[in-house]
């Protein structure tokens, strides 16, 4: 199971932590990414933090440079810091797990396990 917290309203250029707690499965052996989708729009990969003993991320453009993926196994959990934020990154934001080769870690079908989301909303 996933489930995804953290969400709240803040302003622009503030900061948020989504907190991804995992159970049932073994944190290390899957990859975990954030997707998030805005009302109208597709669900859209955010950031991924690979399976292994690694700590290999990955990061969308359009957040490159401002969020931050982590992960504690002890927890566990993962983490997205989300920094500078601006009003486009309003959405609701899932963490997911899968397995996915590097060329296809977008996509939403190759992950079968999923939170139920946390509503962010940036804005004055």
């Known amino acids: 199971q996933l489930q995804a917290s953290g969400g709240g309203l803040v302003q622009p250029g503030g900061a948020l932590r989504l907190s991804c707690a995992t159970s049932?499965?073994?944190?290390?052996?899957?990859?975990i990414s954030w997707f998030r989708q805005a009302p109208g729009q597709e669900r859209e990969w955010v950031s991924a933090i690979r399976h292994g003993g690694g700590r290999v991320v990955h990061y969308a453009d359009s957040v490159k440079g401002r969020f931050t993926i982590s992960k504690d196994n002890a927890k566990p959990t993962v983490y997205l810091q989300m920094n500078s934020l601006k009003p486009e990154d309003t959405a609701t934001y899932y963490c997911?797990?899968?397995?996915?080769?590097?060329?296809?870690?977008?996509?939403?079908?190759?992950?079968?396990?999923w939170g139920q989301g946390t509503l962010v909303t940036v804005s004055s």
């Open positions: 997911a797990r899968g397995r996915p080769a590097l060329g296809v870690i977008r996509n939403v079908e190759m992950y079968y396990d």
């Open positions: 049932g499965f073994t944190l290390r052996d899957y990859t």
